[in-house]
């Protein structure tokens, strides 16, 4: 009988995040000048999908789909590689030929997969159906000094679903920040897209 790894890695729900920023903001309720000056200085870029094709995710989902191990490139003569469980889960031992099967219910998403070796994963993250998407955090960072230092690290993964059986993993990475008044910050993401092969 196979081993199977379970794996519960650190994830946010949006409502964990919505609690968070209702504290911070019934602080900042009192310092409005402060936050009204962060306003105007603070910038970050937001990145919008295209979300009219889009399907509703079920609260009771399950497909599975290939992941596909890209090159992006060379450094110091070492070869740089990206997939979507390289980027959940840090081991090089992914088995590519083998389907990665997804399953939603209702607030907890599982992926399992196997790995060279023959051993089963199950990575599970809590997340939210938000509209059309599902929603899950990786990493979700604050450092806070009223008035001195504010600071903000966010990793987000949006599943969709298209008209044409595919799904997306839209990945977006956020670092926000302020010093005194001085604010900046920046954002990037990645989209994976793959075709569903639907269970039968």
Known sequence: MKKIINRELVSFTENDIKKYSRMVN???????RFVFVFLLVSCSVQNE??????????????????????????????????????????IDTINYSKPIKIEIKKETLFLKFEDSNKKQYVLKFLGEKHKKRFVFYTNYNTISFPLVLM??????????????????????????????????????????QFKLLRDE
């Open 151 to 192: 600071s903000k690290e966010m990793k987000r993964y949006s599943i969709y679903l298209t008209s044409t059986d595919e799904i997306i993993f839209a990945n977006k990475n956020e670092n926000t920040g302020m010093l005194l008044f001085f604010g900046a910050g920046n954002s990037s993401g990645f989209e994976y």
């Open 49 to 90: 999908i295209n979300k009219d094709d889009f399907k509703s995710i079920s609260n009771n989902f399950s497909a599975s789909f290939y992941d596909k191990l890209d090159t992006i490139g060379n450094y110091d003569n070492r070869i740089i590689t990206r997939s979507l469980l390289k980027e959940l889960i840090d």
């Open 26 to 32: 019934e602080y900042f309720k009192r310092k409005w």
